[in-house]
Nanobody, 116 residues
Framework: QVQLVESGGGLVQPGGSLTLSCRAS????????MGWYRQLPGKQRELVAS???????INTNAMEGRFTISRDNASNTVYLQMNRLKPEDTAIYYC??????????WGQGTQVTVSS
């Protein structure tokens, strides 16, 4: 199995920054995609950004370049740097892993609240 442990969520003021982390452990494939999704209140879960094991980044355009995904191979950790946060970014952020053996693994989610 693959376990995903997220951290870094919390309360931040509008215009502030947060960095989310997601560490994968277990049976990690050589080729995989890890990413971040978010679920706004009353909305469906949506893709924020993904990155492949070959460092190809898949981003949506909805974040207007404010969010950046990166990864550290050595620790199987994916990061989401979120800048210039807006109240509408308030959501539960979920880490996702898709590998050859385990193609659909989710983290437990971390709450991000943007409010003054």
């Amino acid at each position: 199995q693959v376990q995903l442990v997220e951290s870094g969520g919390g309360l931040v003021q509008p215009g502030g920054s947060l960095t989310l982390s997601c560490r994968a452990s277990g049976t990690i494939a050589k080729i995989y995609v890890m990413g971040w999704y978010r679920q706004l209140p009353g909305k469906q879960r949506e893709l924020v950004a993904s990155i492949t094991s070959g460092d190809r980044i898949i981003n949506t355009n909805a974040m207007e370049g404010r969010f950046t995904i990166s990864r550290d191979n050595a620790s199987n950790t994916v990061y989401l740097q979120m800048n210039r946060l807006k109240p509408e970014d308030t959501a539960i952020y979920y880490c996702h892993y898709a590998g050859t053996v385990y193609p659909n693994e989710w983290g437990q989610g971390t709450q991000v609240t943007v409010s003054s």
